[in-house]
């Protein structure tokens, strides 16, 4: 009877410790979440961090995402596993005549597996990193530390085994979702909530997509800037103001390298002097610049704050490679912003032919990426035709062609200037 008593108590001792190991990686996830939710303040968030491992888990989510989920995975396979021979164990104590039949067996162990793990492992832990995520993470991110650490080699292994995988099924491993990913969090949020209606969700998501972008990825290219040019006259430059039909224009001797600062439409209509006294140098505004790899975030926080509209943005050796408008950063958070004004042409439509499209050359190359789930690299751009014709290396004639990044893309409509339009077929789409 004692070897029975002590076998049971051993297997209960497993499952337990399997249970609270569990409850310890919720409670850290949780955790995790609320602070990328923003549930506490900077300060708090410093403090934090001053932990080492702490501030590895924040920094590192990506990483932090999988180690969870493996982690809490082999607790549960765990906890199923080790209560088979608890309940054989129960039932022994009892020294029945007749043995459970093992079905019997199995059906009790499963239904206490889900019992016990849904309450106390699951429920229970994240209601308390619910109510104080500090609490909760200083209290279990150790054990994640050492589930991080005991895990690395076989996760490396299933890693690679799952981009084989990915591989051969055409999916991309990096887009496989995180569960620690506030996108991911927010989108689950919304689904579940009844106060995020379509169109705030879908800024929500969009606005949390602009952490990965930097002014490079909104950038108007300087062939395409239509600036007020001191070397003319007010009359030539009207004309040429008429005709492009913006406010905002770039005031430069002779190009945007020389560029003094903005001037706006309005101002010019307020004059009550007559136009040939017109003195644009008496009627600029400041002009700020950012650097191509700013983070967008930070550009619009500064455009804000200076009330500006237009800015240059420059690269690593000081040239004027274009501008970015304030209208431009804020179409990343709530999608293309058009007037009576604008043309309603969509830049990516889809043609009768499966994974053909016609594009325009002015769409940016990340719209393009998340659209045809292709993968451009080059940095150097920020629109369709401006990697054409840097792939090419010259603007390119009508029906040229060129075959990049997985895309077949033949040129339809160019100017002296740049690409208009293009037709583009996916390479593993082509019979």
């Known amino acids: 009877m004692s070897d029975e008593w002590f076998s049971f108590f051993i297997s209960f001792g497993a499952v337990a410790m399997m249970l609270v190991l569990h409850a310890y990686l919720v409670m850290c996830e949780i955790s995790l979440v609320k602070f990328r939710y923003g549930d506490i303040d900077d300060e708090q968030l410093e403090h934090l961090k001053r932990r ?44 029945l005549e007749t043995k459970p039949d093992r079905w019997v067996v199995v059906l009790v162990s499963f239904v206490s597996a889900v019992t016990v793990h849904f309450f106390f492992a699951e429920i229970f832990p994240r209601g308390l990193a619910m109510r104080d995520p500090i609490k909760a993470i200083l209290h279990s991110y150790r054990v994640l530390m050492v589930f991080k650490l005991v895990t ?40 579940d909530g009844t106060s995020m209606s379509p169109v705030i969700r879908r800024i929500v998501s969009r606005t949390l997509q602009v952490k990965e972008l930097v002014v490079h990825d909104v950038l108007l290219p300087r062939s395409q800037v239509v600036v007020y040019d001191l070397e003319l006259g007010a009359k030539d430059n009207l004309l040429v103001m008429k005709e492009a039909g913006h406010t905002r224009y770039p005031l430069c001797r002779g190009d945007l390298d020389h560029c003094l600062g903005i ?96 594009i325009s050359g002015l769409t940016p190359i990340h719209d393009i990426e998340e659209r045809l789930n292709v993968d451009i690299d080059n940095n150097e751009v920020s629109t369709f035709g401006g990697f054409i014709t840097g792939e090419l290396g010259h603007i390119p004639e009508p029906g040229e062609k060129l075959s990049a990044c997985g895309l ?6 160019v100017n002296d200037r740049r690409v208009i339009s293009t037709t583009v077929s996916k390479s593993n789409a082509l019979p």
């Open 263 to 358: 001037i706006h439409i309005k101002d010019i209509f307020r004059l009550r002097d007559s136009m040939s006294d017109l003195d644009p140098l008496d009627l600029k505004r400041n002009v700020a610049t950012f650097s191509l790899e700013t983070p967008l975030e930070e550009a619009l926080e500064r455009m804000l704050r200076a009330q500006f509209h237009m800015a240059l943005a420059v690269d690593e050796f000081g040239g004027v490679v274009g501008v970015i408008t304030l209208e431009s950063i804020l179409e990343e958070l709530v999608g293309e912003i058009q007037d009576e004004f604008d043309s309603e042409e969509e830049e990516i439509i889809p043609m009768l032919q499966a994974g053909s499209f016609r």
């Open 408 to 413: 077949e893309i033949i040129v339809d409509e």
């Open 152 to 191: 690395l080699p076989v996760m490396l292994l299933f890693r690679a085994l799952k981009k084989v995988l990915f591989r051969r099924l055409g999916v991309n491993v990096d887009d496989e979702l995180n569960p620690l990913d506030v996108n991911v969090q927010i989108r689950a949020m919304g689904e």
């Open 52 to 95: 080492a491992g702490i501030a590895q888990l924040i920094e590192q989510g990506d990483q932090t995402g999988r180690v969870v989920r493996f982690s809490k995975t082999l607790c549960t396979v765990a906890v199923g596993l080790l209560l088979m021979p608890l309940v054989s164990d129960f039932f022994g104590l009892f020294s």
